[in-house]
């Protein structure tokens, strides 16, 4: 797994991460301007709970282009830290992606768009 934990304009594209070792791809929290363009994660769709891009009470996220195969959530989008419970996160968009699926958990989650994602 590769963590963004408060950063700031972050930039992850033409990137490929193949089986990652702890089953996760991406975990994005705390984070402003972030944005996931033509990358690939590609796990194990049969090792369960293994996902691609957690995105967790960050702001102006965005994953385009990208390719995502998990067993479990391809993209998540959620703020469940208790620290950040207040802040949100907001502006989060995910398209065109080819995923294998997509969550929103039960969580103050603001303009949240998901345009031409396809399983």
Not at 11 to 20: E, G, K, W, Y
Not at 73 to 78: G, L, P, T
């Amino acid at each position: 797994m590769i963590l963004f934990a408060g950063c700031e304009d972050v930039l992850v594209t033409d990137v490929s991460l193949v089986n990652a070792a702890s089953g996760w791809g991406y975990w994005v929290t705390d984070c402003d301007r972030v944005v996931f363009d033509r990358a690939k994660v590609l796990s194990d769709p049969d090792y369960p709970n293994n996902d691609g891009i957690h995105i967790n009470a960050s702001r102006d996220v965005s994953v385009s282009n990208c390719r995502i195969v998990a067993g479990d959530d391809a993209i998540v989008v959620r703020c469940n830290n208790r620290p950040f419970r207040d802040a949100g996160t907001a502006f989060a968009s995910a398209s065109p992606c080819t995923t294998s699926a997509f969550s929103i958990a039960k969580a103050p989650v603001r303009h949240c768009f998901a345009r031409f994602a396809t399983r």
